[in-house]
Structures are given as C-alpha cells and as structure tokens.
C-alpha cells in the first residue's frame, strides 16, 4: 500500500522560505515520479511542480518559477519542495503525491493517483 506523509507546512510572512518533505512507503521510491501539487480554498487542485522517476526532469507551474525548487533523495524514499519568496497567493494546503506508471517524466497530471493528506501552508502579509 502506498503512503505519502506530508511535513514541513506551517505560517510564515511574505518573503520568508519553507521546505516541504513528503516520506513515501510501500512500493520502491525511486521507480516513480512525483510531484508537490496545492489547492487554496474554493480553488481547484493545481499542480505546482514535478520530478521524474530519475530527478532528470522537473516541471514548475508559472507563478513559482525561480522561486520553489523541487528534489528527491531516493535512498531516503523522500520528496522535498524549498519554497522561497514565499507570497501570500501561496496559500494552499500542499499534497504530496506519486504515479501509477513506473519510468515516467511526471509530465502527465493523469497518471497521480496516490496522495498524501496535506500540509497547511499559510503566507501572511
């Protein structure tokens, strides 16, 4: 069964930096991309960035380029999102999740069906 634990969320003021960690468990870490995706309130669910199964390729929506970075350490299972310059538009709650195809970019939103339960993340003015 696959796990995904979020940690890292909390409040911070504008300007200010948070880093993410996403613990994965139950299938082997590295086979898989994965990806830091948000959801503000009355907001859909919206990709923020992706890493493929190897940490080759990376994506970044728009509005965090230059400013998140994403990276995994497959010997530690473990996702991470530093997150500087942080706005008060980068409320959300943050979900971790992962792929249901092996030896992927991470491209395709389609293949994220495993997720974690979220991290608060609160950027105050």
């Known amino acids: 069964q696959v796990q995904l634990v979020e940690s890292g969320g909390g409040l911070v003021q504008a300007g200010g930096s948070l880093r993410l960690s996403c613990s994965a468990s139950?299938?082997?870490?590295?086979?898989?991309?994965m990806g830091w995706f948000r959801q503000a309130p009355g907001k859909e669910r919206e990709s923020v960035s992706r890493i493929s199964w190897s940490g080759a390729t990376t994506y970044y929506a728009d509005s965090v380029k230059g400013r998140f970075s994403i990276s995994r350490d497959n010997a530690k299972n473990t996702l991470y999102l530093q997150m500087n310059s942080l706005e008060p538009e980068d409320t959300a709650v943050y979900y971790c999740?992962?792929?249901?195809?092996?030896?992927?970019?991470?491209?395709?939103?389609?293949?994220?069906?495993?997720w974690g339960q979220g991290t608060q993340v609160t950027v105050s003015s």
């Open positions: 999740g992962t792929t249901n195809r092996r030896y992927t970019t991470g491209q395709n939103e389609n293949e994220y069906v495993y």
């Open positions: 139950g299938r082997t870490f590295f086979h898989y991309a």
